[in-house]
């Protein structure tokens, strides 16, 4: 069984539910999504499928993992209604917006030095990074400027809201990362 899909973020809505509580949403184009080969391993039982998601500007081949008993032919559709349904908890990873070269204050939130005597070009410094004699280096992973956002992030803990099989559209509560039409991988979790 497929646990795992993709999709295009739509952007972010306002909704409410049943009891008229507003809640945050996410639209999300799932599908349907092509499935180009089927990958197998003999040696160790491992079969997946090699899927085509049709993007805006380009197309995408992924791996989705299958099972024995999945019968997956190159040339099927899948949708996400056939994965998924409504109240399913998922996570969703994408990558983040990419906000170029930070210093120490916008990346870390670092409080800067003092704005007056004599602290004419240090407002926005890091001030100290390092020990005396003992380390006598920098420690690794020490927060300092750097490339900001870029990365894959996963939320957990997502609801599928809403599906819509006629727009092929996929509603989450809460947000996901990444800006409009990027692309998620959304994944059953228990």
Known sequence: MITSFFGFKLGSAQTFD????CLVATKVA??????????????DGYKAIIVKIKGKRKDFLRELKADEQDNFKA????????FFKVGDKVMVSA???????????????FAGGPKTHGQSDRHRAPG?????????????????????GGGTKTIKGLKIYKIDKEKNELWLKGVVPGAKNNLLKIVKSN
């Open 18 to 21: 049943e009891q008229g509580k």
């Open 30 to 43: 799932a599908g349907p999504v092509t499935v180009e080969r089927i990958k197998t391993d003999q040696k």
């Open 75 to 82: 040339g099927d559709n899948l949708a996400i209604d056939q």
């Open 95 to 109: 990558k983040t917006k990419g906000k170029g070269f930070a210093g120490v204050v916008k990346r870390w939130g």
């Open 128 to 148: 100290s990074i390092g020990q005396r004699t003992d380390p006598g280096r920098v420690w690794r992973g020490k927060k300092m400027a750097g490339r900001m």
